[in-house]
């Protein structure tokens, strides 16, 4: 592996941080008690605006550091692993919508589900994510603190989430206890790479993948919103 470029993508990675989070409109949902008053008090339409922004974010980040994983610690004939990735996801089983076709079908209101499913799905594993990326030797700060800007910036898209089905469907949210955090294991670790590494890779490359899906939908249901014919190239 070629440290330098290696060194060169971290310090690029470090520089265009403060970038990013000066970019991200945050969505401050909750007040002191804890309350989404702060949220409903925001036009439908800008809270939509809002949410994609943040899933934008989310998604953009969850690109770089699994990049920035792949170049530390996986070598490069593992990197097809990438394009493998999401059979060995922990929300493939998820009712969710997968096909271009499956995602024209589904209303709005699966829509925002199938949203807030994946944010509230990903949490813990998150949490796990950082735990584990601290026990390794020479992991870089930046992916460090990507993981955890990742993990705040979710929370802040469910409340939105939370808000929009509020709003738009005036109803109930789904709840997490629905959910079961489980980290599927692997039959066959590679030789070339220890088990847990695998396993960080893999969960980085399913997040990435379940973070585009979050900006897809969210994206189709602001273009239903605004009846575009262009709906269809989702």
């Known amino acids: 592996m070629n440290r330098v470029k290696v ?92 096909s271009k076709s499956e995602i024209q079908q589904i209303s709005d209101k699966w829509l925002l589900h ?10 813990e594993p998150l949490i796990y994510l950082q735990t584990t990326l601290n026990r390794y030797d020479d992991a870089p ?28 469907l005036d109803e109930g949210i789904l709840t997490p206890s629905i959910f079961e955090h489980t980290l599927t294991p692997y039959d066959e670790p590679s030789p070339e790479i220890p088990e847990s590494v695998l396993r960080d890779y893999n969960l980085l490359i399913c997040f990435k993948k379940d973070a585009h899906k979050m900006e897809t939908f969210l994206k189709l249901l602001k273009c239903r919103q605004s009846n575009k014919l262009s709906c269809l190239s989702y």
């Open 7 to 98: 060194l060169q993508a971290w310090l690029w990675c470090v520089s265009l941080w403060p970038v990013w989070l000066s970019h991200a409109v945050p969505l401050d949902c909750k007040d002191e008690t804890g309350s989404l008053i702060q949220c409903t008090s925001i036009s439908q339409e800008k809270l939509l605006d809002r949410v994609i922004q943040h899933a934008e974010l989310i998604y953009r980040v969850s690109e770089e550091s699994c990049t920035l994983f792949e170049q530390m610690f996986v070598p490069y004939p593992l990197h097809a692993l990438r394009n493998q990735g999401g059979t060995m996801c922990h929300t493939k089983p998820f009712p969710i919508p997968g």
């Open 114 to 123: 199938s949203v807030l499913m994946l944010v509230q799905s990903w949490m």
């Open 141 to 168: 700060d930046a992916l460090l603190n990507k993981t955890k800007w990742v993990s705040d910036k979710l929370l802040s898209l469910e409340q939105g989430v939370v808000v929009l089905i509020r709003k738009m």
